[in-house]
C-alpha cells in the first residue's frame, strides 16, 4: 500500500510563483524506483498530465507549463514537488499526484490551486 499526500496549494495572485508538494509513504516504496506525475482537473475539463519524473530522473512537461513548472524530487524524503512560476488564471485546477507501484494507481487526494487578482 502506497500514500500520497500533496500540500502546498492555494491561492495566488497571475504571475506568483507556489510550489507543490508530494509526500510518498508506504512498504517497500521509492521515488528511486518508481516515477511520480503530477496531473491537474479543472472545473469542467479532463484530468490532464502536467509534468513527469521517471525513475531514472527524466522529466517531462506538458507544452501548456513547459519553462513555467519545474518537477523534482527528493529520494531521501520520498518527495516530489512542483515548482510552479509565472502562474496564469488557466493553471486553476486541482493538482493531483501519481504513481504506479507493482502494477498499482495511487493517487493523492489533490491540492487546489487557484490564480486569481
Known amino acids: 500500500q502506497v500514500q500520497l499526500v500533496e500540500s502546498g496549494g492555494g491561492l495566488v495572485q497571475p504571475g506568483g510563483s507556489l510550489r507543490l508538494s508530494c509526500a510518498a509513504s508506504?512498504?517497500?516504496?521509492?521515488?528511486?524506483?518508481?516515477?511520480m506525475t503530477w496531473y491537474r482537473q479543472a472545473p469542467g475539463k479532463q484530468r490532464e498530465l502536467v509534468a513527469t519524473?521517471?525513475?531514472?530522473?527524466?522529466?517531462v512537461y506538458a507544452d501548456s507549463v513547459k519553462g513555467r513548472f519545474t518537477i523534482s524530487r527528493d529520494n531521501a524524503k520520498n518527495t516530489a514537488y512542483l515548482q510552479m512560476n509565472s502562474l496564469k488564471p488557466e493553471d486553476t485546477a486541482v493538482y493531483y499526484c501519481n504513481t504506479v507501484s507493482l502494477g498499482v494507481d495511487y493517487w493523492g487526494q489533490g491540492t487546489q490551486v487557484t490564480i486569481s487578482s
Open positions: 508506504g512498504i517497500s516504496f521509492s521515488l528511486f524506483r518508481n516515477g
Open positions: 519524473i521517471t525513475r531514472g530522473g527524466g522529466t
